[in-house]
């Protein structure tokens, strides 16, 4: 890369001010990269080159692969220099950007995904695109070269095709910013869904769908919901079966915990090695949620070694132990896919020594391996039934072995703390100390959350991004709603009353700067954000919940919580702004269907006795390990009033001792001192 004071800015790579990990990484690139900002399309226009925009993120494997093959290559660089101003954004930065133009390459027909490519005008607006371009012809796909001068001969020859591309994509995002209303979604509906999406289960190896097959935890959440609710265990069987398949497939660090955000295959044993925090938050629900009805030792076991995975190697941002929870870790390391995490039989054996055949037999461990000739761990297929001596001794082989991987070259980790990212992985730790109790979980959550709530505010205001003391973005509507949910499920299982609060007033910005006023439902970005060439709104699920639902679910939660009847109403139109979706493709709105269910059959419980006291603390561990998606918990204290309306009002204690009731709609429960009745009125 050249940076003579001779040339202009426009020609120079731009990005080693960046604090995004991922920009970082192209920061030495011979392309002159630039990050999105007014500057760079203020460049694109005064040259009257088109934009080449890429998107990715830094644990992408792809975008690794590309980033090696075009991005790293002089010639092409230069190539890309000469006929474009380029521009590099990190997809986890700019949720809001990568929205649009994903939506952009769909309307094209082709599917999305990591690295986005996409050609734009000098004004952003995208007339051509794609994913990962390899650097000649193949897999199917022109060589990177070829695309750039093929674009370039559009621009330069055929600018009326271009303007014809432009004309018809701006017309269809134009319908990013509409919602299709409908009623109330019926609960019936909603079984008909689950059982719908259920017909996609695989039920040789778990999960929805074939290759390459995600968690799918919205999805999965939905079945879940509508077995408990409706008595379907068919539906329960499909959630526990694919979490143990996943739990026990290579797509699980069996050494380090945690989980991959997919897999390549239909067994879950091949994945992209990178682990992504909002994956993991969602899977410790779904396995907490699983276990408080199954008693499944697995899905105990997993979720602990998760959440010891995310206290070990995901903290960010703070002294010790006082950061915010960390974005992800990459599938590469040394420039290879998996390295990090991958065996040869030889490395087993010189470890292991005589217990290396018992370790090969339940890990899958063989000679020739099973991927690409090395080993992922994995027990998917078990041979035999393991008794407890031996798997004693498999967990003494895997101290050893993870004391070895220690040494070893680690992936590259993104240390940015994500706000949205963040609600889902505190209200999914807390959650989960409270069942287990695990108090050193809900003070990690805690801090975790005042990490954000106070680093990452300014003025009142959220902001999506922070990393090495600077805040970048303003907050997207699923930062508010996530940070919402975890504030909420704070308040539930401590008690605290900032949390209450301070969900309150978030609420409060939501309304004032993300509501569309018209016709109901939240803008993804707010009105005092950047200006984009589409202020998008949306309900649809994609790795994570959609930022509606999960206001919609927020807003019934504090309903229930305060008696506001305004945060009921609010959550009645939110859901109505959005229902009519469900006769086009009720696939995405797993978490919509959720919410929608939870305003009507939440289940109220409310102790009245004081926090700390043995005989209101025996309730509450009633409580947390019978927990369901659906729980709503209010604890008073003797002689305190419950808000107006609420179902349990006027009931108190019964003969002086803590005393529990468990609503449905209008209707409670008779009260209840003994801890294991309560759990039985919870199931």
């Known amino acids: 890369m050249t940076n003579s004071s001779t040339q202009s800015p ?117 007339f051509w695109g794609g994913t990962y371009f390899p650097p000649d012809s193949r897999y199917g796909r022109p060589g990177f070269p070829d695309v750039l001068q093929s674009i370039h001969g559009y621009w330069t020859d055929k600018r009326d095709a271009i303007t014809k591309n432009v004309a018809s994509l701006r017309d269809a995002l134009a319908q990013m910013g509409t919602s299709n209303a409908g009623g109330e979604i019926d609960l019936g509906v909603v079984e008909r869904a689950a059982i719908r999406l259920a017909q996609e289960f695989d039920g040789v190896h778990g999960g929805i769908g074939t290759a390459p097959k995600f968690p799918n935890p919205t999805i999965h959440e939905l079945l879940w919901r509508t077995h408990q609710r409706c008595d379907n265990a068919e539906l329960g069987a499909i959630v526990t079966f694919a979490l143990d398949r996943m739990s026990q497939g290579g797509i699980y660090d069996h050494l380090g915990g945690g989980y991959a955000r997919y897999s390549t295959d239909a067994q879950w044993l091949a994945p992209h090695f990178e682990k992504m925090l909002y994956d993991n938050a969602q899977l410790i629900d779904l396995l907490r949620w699983a276990w408080c009805e199954t008693r499944t030792l697995l899905f105990e076991t997993r979720l602990r070694e998760t959440i010891g995975w995310v206290l070990r190697e995901m903290i960010a941002g703070g002294e010790g132990d006082r950061g915010g929870f960390a974005a992800t870790l990459d599938a590469d390391s040394e420039g290879v896919e998996g390295k990090f995490y991958v065996w040869d039989a030889s490395e087993i054996a010189a470890a292991l020594g005589d217990d ?87 003070d990690a959550a805690r801090r975790a959350y005042d990490f954000v709530a106070g680093t990452m505010q300014k003025d009142g205001r959220l902001f999506h991004a922070w990393r090495g003391g600077k805040l970048n973005h303003t907050a997207t509507l699923d930062d508010y709603a996530g940070m919402i949910r975890a504030a909420l499920a704070l308040y539930e299982i401590t008690g605290a009353a900032d949390c209450l609060a301070a969900a309150k007033g978030w609420v409060e910005i939501a309304d004032t700067h993300y509501w569309d006023t018209e016709s109901g439902g939240y803008y993804f970005t707010a009105d005092d954000a950047e200006a984009l060439i589409v202020r998008s709104k949306s309900v649809d699920d994609h790795a994570t919940p959609a930022g509606n639902a999960v206001m919609a679910q927020n807003l019934a939660r504090l309903f229930f919580l305060t008696g506001e009847t305004a945060y009921r109403e609010r959550a009645d139109v939110l859901v109505a702004a959005f229902s009519g979706d469900m006769d086009k493709n009720f696939f995405p709105l797993a978490t919509l269907m959720n919410a929608a269910e939870f305003l009507q059959v939440a289940q109220q419980v409310v102790i009245v006795g004081t926090r700390g006291e043995a005989e209101t603390d025996a309730l509450l561990a009633a409580v947390f390990t019978s927990d369901t998606p659906n729980r709503v918990l209010s604890v008073i204290a003797p002689g305190e009033a419950l808000p107006d309306g609420h179902p349990a009002t006027g009931k108190g204690q019964i003969g002086g001792a803590a005393t529990a009731y468990v609503c449905v709609g209008t209707v409670c429960s008779l009260p209840l001192t003994d801890a294991g009745a309560l759990a039985d009125a919870l199931i």
């Open 356 to 442: 290396a055949a018992l370790f090969g037999e339940a890990y899958d461990v063989t000679l020739g391996g099973n991927w690409e000739g090395h080993t992922i761990l994995n027990r998917t297929t078990p041979p035999r039934d393991f008794t407890d001596a031996e798997e004693a001794r498999l967990a003494e082989c895997r101290e050893k072995l993870m004391a070895i991987r220690d040494g070893r070259i680690r992936p590259g980790w993104d240390d940015k703390v994500l706000a949205d990212w963040n609600g889902l992985m505190i209200a999914a730790m807390a959650g989960a100390g409270a069942t287990y109790r695990e108090q050193d979980w809900i």
């Open 10 to 126: 426009s020609s120079q790579n731009a990005l080693a001010n960046e604090t995004s990990p991922y920009l970082l990484q192209h920061a030495d690139n011979p392309v002159a990269w630039r990050p999105w900002g007014p500057e760079a399309l203020a460049d694109a226009k005064a040259a009257g080159k088109p934009i080449l925009l890429s998107v990715g993120y830094s644990a992408c494997h792809w975008c690794h692969v590309m980033a090696h093959e075009s991005f790293e290559d002089e010639t092409t660089a230069a190539l890309m220099n000469e006929l474009y101003v380029n521009i590099k954004v990190d997809r986890e930065e700019r949720p809001d950007l990568d929205a649009i133009y994903q939506r952009a390459l769909q309307h094209m027909g082709q599917q999305g995904g990591w690295p986005l490519t996409m050609f734009l005008t000098p004004d952003g607006e995208p």
